[in-house]
Structure formats: structure tokens, C-alpha cells
């Protein structure tokens, strides 16, 4: 009976391999490839125009102070290949965020691939974030992403090619401790990238959420100066990367075709944990998914009572801190 069991799950796997090229898409070729990086001119956009430059691509840089200093670099000097800079907001007015994509379009040819990466940060308590950044971070993060995309999505369909990445954050997987107007930006990418992939697979279009955790970046830097104690001990439980790093491993998923991007072991059993309904691009990463998910959750148990401790033990600290204020 085992036997018979066995047998039949060996067989299952089996034809799920046989049938994956049929759910796997065949990887983008950067080389010739026209590709568009908003937020391109810092951090791990700026990691992600060179990876795709290294690789043969045109590259149009998007952010709003217009830098192209990366173009000096000494690995680039044997250059036939463009990059374009433009100076456009990308969260204000979609009109102003078409034109300059039609613009570059015209220059560089159709856009083979999107990738949404510019966004800015805030770490804070709830009560001490200003009530009108939590708008400001939904427009820069959340609708900085749909303007481009809704600006490419139209000739991809039409080509019937392409390929659109929303660069999230761990903290659009897990919301934490000073995120809350952050991660709520971060969590409504994915929501998107599930409704956007499941309307465009048929366009062989493709959709990727990378989730990098912290890392080493000028924004990085910035939100570090009134980040809360709590956020920066929890956040660093898995570790900081360097943004070349994250940008190879964005670029090679999003080549591949992959809907997920995770880096490192957290970010790996975070994006196992919360699957929810995402599509997967791989069997072997649907069967890991299945056969991982219960001992991961068991895991996560772990790090939330951990977190949890934490901002137990910064809480009694402040305590004390308030009392001696008070005796001085
Ligand atoms: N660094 C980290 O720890 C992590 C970052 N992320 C995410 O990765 C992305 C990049 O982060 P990072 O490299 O640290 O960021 P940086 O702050 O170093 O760079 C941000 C880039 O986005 C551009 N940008 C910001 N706002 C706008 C806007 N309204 N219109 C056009 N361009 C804009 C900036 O240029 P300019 O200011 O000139 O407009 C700059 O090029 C962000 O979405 C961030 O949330 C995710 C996880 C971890
Ligand atoms: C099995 C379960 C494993 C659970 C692991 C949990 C690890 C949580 C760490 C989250 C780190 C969040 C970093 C946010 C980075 C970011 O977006 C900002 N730095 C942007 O500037």
C-alpha cells in the first residue's frame, strides 16, 4: 500500500516537472534590451541600471534631480550602448510620467523592462509621524509605481513582451515596529503585482516583487538618523546587504521571470511563509513552499516572540531613562 503511495507522489512530481516549461517563461536577453530604472540615480536603482548596462541594455534613468555621474565608471568605457536621464516626480502627475516615457521610447525604443525602484523610507513611531507623510509615502512608493507601469503596460501588450518589477521591502511582508506608514506602501505592491500578473501572463508579460532587507544605501543612511531602537534591533536580524548584491539578484529573477525576488536565508523563509495566493514561476519552488511552510511558521513563532521582547526591553530601558530625566 505505502508502496502503491509512494509510487503515485513519485509519478505526481514527475509530470509537474514535464509540464514546467509550460508554466516557466523563457528568460528575458538584456543585450539590445531597452530598460527603464526609476530611482535609477541612487542605492540599489543606481545597482540595478549598471548590472543591466553590464549586460548589454539601454538604459533610461528616472529620479528627480538629473545624475549620471555612474556613467564615468571605469568598467563602462567601451560604450556604444545609451543611457538616458530624466528629471520627472513620479508620484504626482501621471501626464508629466507618460510624456517623458513616450519620450524615451522614441529614443531608446519600446521599454522590454519596467523596474519600479524609486522610494523613500520613514521609520517612527505611529504617533510621531506627521499625518500627511503617510499620504506622501503612499504616493512616492504605491503610485510612483503604478504611473510608469500604467505608461508601459500598453505597448508590452502589444508586443506581447516584457517584463515589470516592483521593488518592496521585507517590511511589505511583515509589518514591524516604527513601519506603519512604510510597510502599508511597501504590502500594497504585491497586491498589485498579484491583480497586474494574473491580467498580463497571457501578454507574456511578467511580473517580479523583490524584498531585499536592509540595505547599505545613501536612503538607507538616511533613515537611519531617527530610526526607533526597536526598529533598527528587530531589522537587523536578518542582516545588511550591499546594494550590487541585491540589484544581481533582482536583475537575474526578474530575467528569469521569477514573481518572487527574495535575498538572503530571512528573506528566503519569509517569502515561503507568506505565499498566500502569489503565482510560482518554478515546481521546485512551489513543492518547497508546500513541504516548508509549517516549520517555517513554527520558526516565525520564534522571531516574534522575539521581536516582541525587544520592544518589551526598550520600553523598560526608556522607563528608566524618563525617571533618571525626572530626578536630574
Ligand atoms: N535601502 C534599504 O534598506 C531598502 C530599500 N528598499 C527599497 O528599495 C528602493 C531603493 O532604495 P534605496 O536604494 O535605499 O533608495 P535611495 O534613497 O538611495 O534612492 C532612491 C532613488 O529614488 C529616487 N526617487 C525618490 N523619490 C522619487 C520621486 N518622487 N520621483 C522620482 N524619483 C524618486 C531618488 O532620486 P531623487 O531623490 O533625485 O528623486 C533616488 O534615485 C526603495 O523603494 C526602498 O523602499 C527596500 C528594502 C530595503
Ligand atoms: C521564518 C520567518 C523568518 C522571519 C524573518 C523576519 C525578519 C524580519 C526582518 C525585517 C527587516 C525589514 C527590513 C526593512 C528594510 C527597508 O525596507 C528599509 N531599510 C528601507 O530603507
Redesign the pocket.
Known sequence: MLLVVGAFIVAFVLLLYMVSPLISPRPLKLNGAHVVV?????????CIAIECFKHGAFITL????E?CDWMNCECLLTISQVVLCIS????KDYGQVASVIKQAQEKLGPVDMLIN?????VAAKFEDIEVGLFRRLME??YL?SIYPTRAVIHTMKERRLGRIVF?????GQVGLFGYTAYSPS?FALRGLAESLQMEVKSYNIYITVAY????D????Q??NKDKPLETKLISETSGLCQ?DQVAKIIVNDAVQGNFNSSIGPDGYMLSALTCGMSPVTSITEGLQQIVTMGLFRTIALFYLGSFDSIVRRCMMQQGKCADVEKKD
Not at 526609476?38 to 543606481?46: E, H, L, W
Not at 528616472?62 to 534631480?65: C, E, G, I, M, Y
Not at 520627472?88 to 508620484?91: A, C, E, H, L, M
Open positions: 526609476t530611482g535609477g540615480s541612487s542605492g540599489i536603482g543606481k528616472v529620479a528627480r534631480d545624475v520627472v516626480d513620479i508620484s525602484c524609486a522610494g523613500k523610507s512616492t512608493n510612483g521593488v518592496s521591502s521585507q517590511a511597501k531585499p532587507p536592509d540595505t544605501t545613501p536612503g538607507f538616511e533613515e546594494p
